[in-house]
């Protein structure tokens, strides 16, 4: 069985730019949740969306935003990217009702 | 307070020695916990979950103590391949979906 795969692994942006990364989650998971992670730091929180709706934000700005789609993958879309958006961030599939999270590889993102 | 404290370590040790960590946590209305493991630039995977009476999975023991708010991970006769960032996670209240992670201390197993 596929795990949750991340497209693309690698991006690189420029200041101002919008960015658009997609997740696909593990087959019959119906959540998915988005983390960042800046390195040295824990996965930070961003979105989670279970059924399509949005069950919980982090504290990120509202350049952030995601979506969920009906074949349960998902987007997350940051506008007017700036140079403290490069991180890796993280897809996970699973985590509602206290389940167990599973990642997928992640998307390195640069902004320059 | 940081809502899940991890010493960031780097914890250096021989191989086959027995290292501990701790993990706080902030709500004590959180109900899940677990272990996960990252190597350098890969993503997160779930090394086990944190039962309340304690578990163990091989040369990994988790526990749980509710009291102080902590949890910990034993790992016993340390691999090489056990070098890596030990993350602890905790689930927030019921309703809020949000799963916390600490930073993540690091080991380093010595051969």
């Known amino acids: 069985d596929a795990g949750v795969t991340q497209s693309p692994t690698h991006l690189i942006k420029t200041r101002g730019q919008h960015v658009t990364l997609r997740c696909s989650p593990i087959?019959?998971?119906?959540?998915v949740s988005w983390y960042q992670q800046v390195l040295g730091q824990g996965p930070q929180f961003i979105f989670q969306?279970?059924?399509?709706?949005?069950?919980g934000r982090g504290n990120f700005p509202d350049r952030f935003s995601a979506r969920q789609f009906p074949n349960y993958s998902s987007e997350l879309n940051v506008n007017a990217l700036l140079l403290g958006d490069s991180a890796l961030y993280l897809c996970?599939?699973?985590?509602?009702?206290?389940?167990?999270?599973?990642f997928g590889s992640g998307t390195q993102l640069s902004v320059l | 307070r940081k809502e899940v404290e991890q010493d960031p370590g780097p914890f250096n040790v021989p191989e086959g020695a027995t290292v501990a960590f701790n993990c706080t946590y902030s709500?004590?209305?959180?109900?899940?916990f677990f272990w996960y493991r990252q190597d350098c630039r890969k993503e997160p995977k779930l090394l086990m979950s944190?039962?309340?009476s304690g578990n163990e999975d091989g040369r990994f023991t988790a526990q749980l103590n509710r009291a102080s708010q902590y949890i910990s991970l034993l790992i016993r006769d340390s691999k090489l391949s056990d070098s890596a960032t030990y993350l602890c996670?905790?689930?927030?209240?019921?309703?809020?979906?949000?799963?916390?992670f600490g930073t993540g201390t690091r080991l380093k197993v010595l051969a």
């Open positions: 944190v039962y309340s």
């Open positions: 969306y279970y059924e399509k709706e949005e069950r």
């Open positions: 709500n004590s209305a959180s109900q899940s």
């Open positions: 087959s019959g998971h119906k959540s």
């Open positions: 996970a599939s699973g985590g509602t009702d206290n389940e167990k999270l599973f």
């Open positions: 996670v905790v689930n927030m209240p019921p309703g809020t979906y949000k799963y916390i």
